[in-house]
């Protein structure tokens, strides 16, 4: 059954410093998410990417944040200059359709020292 | 209010025993309606859609009261393997998205 994948599943860096979370979704899905989840928190959207472009963002995804498809696989989520409160797991998620099912990938848990 | 609305329990569950539990949402927008289910420091998962006229699959049976803005789960005999938190989803549908608001969760813990 095909899935959703991530890399790295953890990620350590220091305060300031840029990360970029991989994210290969599965192969005939069309629509694209980041969400994140602080420990102990509920799981939040961030960005959905549809057609090459944002289609919507949420508050938390500020100029800090940015999404790209660079190639027919890979979707990345680049954190520009991390902040502490950027700890989280960041999950990514792909589905057919706009209506469609969302599946998500296991995460890449980023810790922001 | 919280968009969308669960008590995080724990509920404390005999191995075959009955449990329901409930979620409620703010917006009445909502269109598409969802029970993920979350292992510790996993990924969401799909458990069901839950649709209009309620529906079930297997142990479990969703409902929707759209009316009141609540979306129930109700698990039948429980398995230990039942333990997990369940997350109530809901979202807007668009034509360009389609993203999904999480409750908080409602742990559940089986227990022989």
């Known amino acids: 059954e095909p899935e959703v994948t991530q890399t790295p599943s953890h990620q350590v860096t220091q305060m300031g410093q840029e990360v970029i979370l991989r994210c290969v979704p599965i192969?005939?899905?069309?629509?694209f998410y980041w969400y994140r989840q602080i420990l102990g928190q509920k799981v939040e959207f961030l960005v959905s990417f549809y057609n090459n472009e944002i289609s919507e963002k949420s508050e938390i995804f500020d100029d800090q944040f940015s999404v790209e498809r660079p190639d027919g696989s890979n979707f990345t989520l680049k954190i520009r200059s991390t902040k502490l409160e950027d700890s989280a797991m960041y999950f990514c998620?792909?589905?057919?359709?706009?209506?469609?099912?969302?599946?998500f990938g296991p995460g890449t848990r980023l810790l922001v020292l | 209010r919280k968009e969308v609305e669960q008590d995080p329990g724990p509920f404390n569950v005999p191995e075959g025993a009955t449990v329901a539990f409930n979620c409620t949402y703010s917006n009445s927008a909502s269109q598409s309606f969802f029970w993920y289910r979350q292992d510790c420091r996993k990924e969401p998962k799909l458990l069901m859609s839950?649709?209009?006229s309620g529906n079930e699959d297997g142990r479990f049976t969703a409902q929707l009261n759209r009316a009141s803005q609540y979306i129930s789960l109700l698990i039948r005999d429980s398995k230990l393997s039942d333990s997990a938190t369940y997350l109530c989803?809901?979202?807007?549908?668009?034509?360009?998205?389609?993203?999904?608001?999480f409750g908080g969760g409602t742990r559940v813990l089986v227990k022989p």
């Open positions: 839950v649709y209009s």
């Open positions: 192969s005939n899905h069309l629509y």
């Open positions: 989803v809901v979202n807007i549908n668009k034509a360009a998205g389609n993203k999904l608001t």
């Open positions: 998620a792909s589905g057919r359709g706009s209506q469609e099912t969302q599946y």
